[in-house]
């Protein structure tokens, strides 16, 4: 049936349930959105550790599990079904309903996606959550204190988020846990905010315990935002423990950035006004502590 059909009917008053596969979604859906695959770039290229760097946090984007799923397929015929199957599985509140359907000649259960379509949905790696962890009594700051903000309610899949069972907790690519790579019923899904500060949660030291949902634009933009004025707070403090002015005009500049943020990624970035207030604070602190004549 063709989708000016179906519209029109749904103008008309209809209502129902639509049921599809991959294969069944239109072809314009995708002949914009599908990476080209360069042969020379690495499937897993090198990360990006200075947040000040303009691709920082890319490797956990949406974007970047569009690439590297087409990468993982390349040679194959089925590229086009696996980001069909992409499309459809990001419309799924809960990556556990997706149950495995029969088993292999192995007897193992059949998943229903392919480990390609697994990493497209999944950066099977963790946040760095420094910048929301709290500041430290021994006068060196681990973490900023910032707001999680959009970061939330990132959803992380694990093994055993609570350490209810024995051993460690394993993320859905872990090789220690089963043959079979991708989220199974068994395992728990909880959010970053239920994650950071979990002290039951004892990871894996291979995998690091959980995989986290890869990231949309905007919660990339500001993941890269948190770890450049985490980094800054750095900069800030050690400048005036040694009540050096020297850059200091630079780095206020920088930290000018952050103050009055645009009205739309305000509220991209947090979703309740107490963080946006948070940030600010944080920032305006900061210039506070730079030498006055910076």
């Not at 992380?156 to 790579?181: F, I, L, N, W």
Request: glycine fraction near 8%; aromatic fraction near 6%; charged fraction near 25%.
């Amino acid at each position: 049936m063709a989708l000016s059909v179906l519209e029109e009917r749904c103008a008309a008053g209809w209502q129902g349930s639509i049921i599809a596969g991959a294969s069944d979604l239109p072809d314009a859906l995708f002949a914009s959105r599908r990476p080209s695959a360069d042969q020379e770039e690495s499937v897993w290229p090198a990360r990006i550790h200075d947040p000040h760097h303009e691709a920082f946090g890319s490797h956990l984007s949406t974007a970047e599990g569009e690439r590297v799923l087409v990468r993982l397929c390349e040679g194959r015929r089925d590229t086009d079904h696996a980001l069909r199957s992409l499309a459809l599985a990001r419309g799924v509140a809960d990556l556990r309903q997706l149950e495995a359907v029969g088993y292999n000649d192995r007897d193992f259960p059949h998943r229903p996606l392919a480990s390609a379509v697994w990493h497209g949905l999944l950066a099977m790696e963790q946040l760095d959550l420094e910048p929301f962890e709290p500041v430290t009594d021994a006068g060196w700051q681990s973490g900023s204190e910032l707001p999680l903000g959009i970061l939330a309610g990132v959803q992380a899949y694990t093994s055993d988020a609570d350490g209810r069972y024995q051993g460690r907790a394993h993320s859905p690519d872990c090789k220690h846990r089963r043959p079979e790579r991708g989220v199974s019923r068994d395992d728990d899904l909880v959010t970053i905010k239920e994650l950071l500060g979990n002290k039951g949660f004892d990871p894996c030291s291979k995998c690091g315990g959980y995989a986290v949902l890869r990231l949309s634009q905007d919660q990339v933009a500001y993941y890269r935002a948190a770890h450049r004025l985490h980094s800054l707070t750095h900069q800030v403090h050690s400048a005036a423990a040694r009540n050096n002015s020297t850059g200091g005009a630079e780095l206020a500049a920088k930290l000018q950035e952050f103050t009055d943020l645009d009205r739309e990624i305000a509220q991209a970035w947090f979703p309740l006004r107490k963080e946006a207030r948070r940030w600010q604070q944080t920032v305006n602190a900061l210039l506070g502590e730079l030498p006055r004549s910076a």
